[in-house]
């Protein structure tokens, strides 16, 4: 594997055992690495199962997995940077459909990708669970029809909730 120094050089998470937990909503944590795969399209995905904020009018505690894919183009989303952009959301109060959604315009924001979705599978609180769901492909490409597919035959088939 090639050295890829340059391509790191604005990374300050990875490896750094000095980060500060941030404890509310802060964009300005996610960090990006160059693809070296922009010749053929594939798929990242992230399941996040320890997501948490805060409802904004109670200021209950609100439980999530956040599932995140995306075909990138230019830019990968770092790993690291991405668990503290979600951790700093833990003292954030904000209804769920606003965090997926702002999680999903804060990545396009940051790599300007292909494609991207963002699911939050949310734990019930008074006997019901919510699960936003957005999407993303970029304005007259093929991602775009990928997006507008993808959305209108999203949860055709709801799961059956047996673990939540």
Known sequence: MANNSKEMKDLTLLGNQ????VFDYDPSILESFQNRHQDN???????CPEFTSLCPITGQPDFATIYLSYIPDELCVESKSLKLYLFSYRNHGDFHENCINTIGKDLIDLLKPRYLEVWGKFTPRGGISIDPYFNYGRPGTKYEEMANYRLMNHDLYPETIDNR
């Not at 000095?18 to 937990?21: E, N």
């Open 18 to 21: 000095q980060v500060p937990y």
């Open 41 to 47: 399209d594939y798929f990242i995905k992230f399941n």
